[in-house]
């Protein structure tokens, strides 16, 4: 069972549940059928978020993709992100919000958020489930915030560790033997 790798319960599936109605209204304030925004799914952490923020949007929006990855092992990022795969769609004149997973250096939501200006879009803004702000190396402006967590390596609700847990429900911290086993 996936379950039994994990030491710990962050965030329960309740309380993610709740916080992202609670992001789903904030941003329901912020935008309207006019702007028709397009919400940015950073694949592959962000889909499960997104899933479950699109569902609390009450106004017009559209979804797109764009698959990023960063060198460096397993849990460390080197700082160097590539585009594995981009946007169908242009967005010049668009609203666009990105939603990420999880902001941990800040390497990769810094470099699609310079790389997307660069397209002109009407407005750009960013959204994260997760944030770990004293994991930071470089100043990224945030929106919107699920959680502010610890310095934890957690997997869970579309957060992998070498591609496994995406699908647990809640956010976990990894049993420690797992991790630097493969670290
Ligand atoms: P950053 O570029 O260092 O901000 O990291 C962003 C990406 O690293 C996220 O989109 C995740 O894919 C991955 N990441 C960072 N921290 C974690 C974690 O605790 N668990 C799983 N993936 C993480
Ligand atoms: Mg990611």
Redesign the pocket.
């Known amino acids: 069972m996936l379950e039994d790798d994990i030491a710990e319960v962050l965030i329960d599936a309740a309380t993610i549940q709740a916080r992202v109605a609670a992001l789903g209204a904030q941003i329901n304030a912020d935008y309207d059928d006019s702007q028709n925004p397009i919400l940015v799914c950073?694949l592959k952490?962000?889909f499960v978020f997104l899933a479950d923020l699109t569902r609390h949007l009450t106004f017009r929006h559209e979804v797109d993709f764009m698959a990023t990855s960063?060198y460096g092992t397993a849990?460390e990022?080197t700082g160097v992100?590539r585009i594995l795969m981009d946007l169908d769609r242009s967005i010049e004149g668009r609203h666009v919000l990105i939603v990420?997973?999880?902001?941990?250096?800040?390497?990769?939501?810094d470099y699609m958020h310079r790389l997307l200006v660069t397209r002109n879009p009407a407005s750009l803004r960013t959204c994260a489930l997760l944030s770990?702000r004293e994991?930071r190396q470089v100043h990224v402006p945030v929106d919107y915030v699920g959680f502010e967590i610890p310095n934890?390596?957690?997997?869970g609700y579309g957060?992998?560790?070498g591609e496994r847990y995406r699908n647990l429900p809640f956010i976990g911290v990894l049993k420690p033997e797992l991790y630097q086993n493969r670290t």
């Open positions: 950073v952490g962000a960063s849990t990022t992100v990420e997973d999880i902001i941990d250096s800040g390497y990769t939501l770990k994991r934890r390596f957690v997997v957060l992998d560790f």
